[in-house]
């Protein structure tokens, strides 16, 4: 899955500026709400890894590409959610 996010990236096309952009600090809220629901529900269920576990740690990579923009290549939100959501052939069935 990460090489598969980290193609997407790379084939992004930049989006307008950032820092500009007031969609951003909401896709940034919408990111953060979602990581801390996925949060609470792996501490309700400490087990082996899950799907909860591997989402927490897609939103995680989400959150800081949104942090910080400015210092890696721009991809646009519309990407990286196409890019969490779309299953990799050679992946392991959970």
Do not use: W
């Amino acid at each position: 899955m990460s090489q598969h996010i980290g193609d997407v990236f790379q084939l992004g096309a930049s989006p307008p500026e950032l820092a500009d952009d007031p969609s951003h600090n909401r896709d940034l809220r919408l990111v953060e709400r979602y990581l801390a629901v996925l949060e609470e529900n792996k501490k309700a269920c400490r087990s082996a890894l899950t799907d909860a576990d591997m989402a927490l740690d897609m939103a995680g990579f989400v959150r800081r590409q949104l942090r910080r923009p400015a210092q890696m290549p721009r991809m646009s939100p519309a990407l990286l959610a196409l890019a969490l959501v779309r299953r990799v052939p050679d992946a392991p069935e959970q």
